[in-house]
């Protein structure tokens, strides 16, 4: 059983940065492939980004250029850079571990972005 705990999200201004992080019970880079996905209220949940065993990351063209994925294997964590954050970025951010039919999903953080 893998267990995700998402933590940074926030009240943020327009422009401002925020870092989520999500760690993971054990050590499952090497196995899953990690996602970013988030869910505004009243929409359905969407992809923010994903990074592969190999590194290989990919965006939402939605945040590309503004959001950076990353990862610690020694902390078991990976990470979501999020900057140039709009007001639309406002949702729950969940973090996701997937490999096969295995899938786990984090409690969810929340980011408002409001002036």
């Known amino acids: 059983q893998v267990q995700l705990v998402e933590s940074g999200g926030g009240l943020v201004q327009p422009g401002g940065s925020l870092r989520l992080s999500c760690k993971a019970s054990i050590n499952i880079f090497n196995n899953y492939v990690m996602g970013w996905y988030r869910q505004a209220p009243g929409k359905q949940r969407e992809l923010v980004g994903t990074?592969?065993?190999?590194?290989?990351?990919n965006y939402a063209e939605s945040v590309k250029g503004r959001f950076t994925i990353s990862r610690d294997y020694a902390r078991n964590t990976v990470y979501l850079q999020m900057n140039s954050l709009k007001p639309e970025d406002t949702a729950v951010y969940y973090c996701?571990?997937?490999?096969?039919?295995?899938?786990?999903w984090g409690q969810g953080t929340q980011v408002t972005v409001s002036s």
């Open positions: 996701n571990a997937a490999l096969y039919q295995w899938n786990y």
């Open positions: 990074i592969t065993t190999g590194g290989s990351i």
